[in-house]
């Protein structure tokens, strides 16, 4: 056998993340996420599979905790919360035990959308939707500044949000 008779090993799409998934399990995360809604008999027909390829599919994603849920987002505004901040937090001292109650406790705090625990000059993000500059301000004084280990606190109002493409903006349904 030559060289020219070998074949060459195929090389991994650039497009599609290397995780242990595959072309439809990419296809079916996509749609998911741009229909979260979509009844498992519409999303097969619209990735052209058969129905139980789908159901035992999407079961599996399930069961390997590559999807864990359905998200629900809420027009804040319709519910009388139409003013949005980010609040970023920095401690003044760091154990392990503080940093974890302090995000229970900023989890729990009323009118938290999300809350990040980040690196980098700041220790958290918090996202929160209130009714008005008094209800943030309220947040800011009696729910976080409140815990012994928070230094200081920065409030920026958001002014317009939209959701990212996300991480499987590259792959396509087909």
Request: charged letters at 25%.
């Amino acid at each position: 056998m030559n060289l020219s008779d070998r074949r060459r090993p195929e090389l991994p799409d650039p497009q599609i993340p290397q995780t242990g998934l595959d072309e439809l399990d990419l296809r079916i995360l996509a749609a998911l996420v741009r229909n979260p809604g979509r009844s498992n008999k519409a999303l097969a027909e619209h990735l052209r599979v058969a129905e139980s390829t789908c159901a035992y599919r999407v079961r599996a994603l399930r069961t390997r905790g590559v999807l864990v849920g359905v998200r629900t987002v809420l027009d804040t505004a319709s519910l009388g919360l139409p003013l949005q901040a980010v609040i970023r937090v920095r401690l003044g001292r760091h154990t392990r035990d503080g940093v974890g109650r302090l995000f229970d406790a900023l989890v729990a705090t009323p009118g938290a959308i999300e809350v990040f625990h980040v690196a980098g000059e700041d220790d958290f993000l918090v996202h929160v939707a209130v009714e008005d500059a008094a209800a943030l301000r309220d947040i800011v004084l009696q729910h976080i500044t409140v815990h012994e280990a928070v230094l200081t606190t920065e409030t920026h109002l958001v002014f317009e949000r939209r959701e990212g493409v996300g991480p499987l903006a590259r792959v396509r349904s087909r």
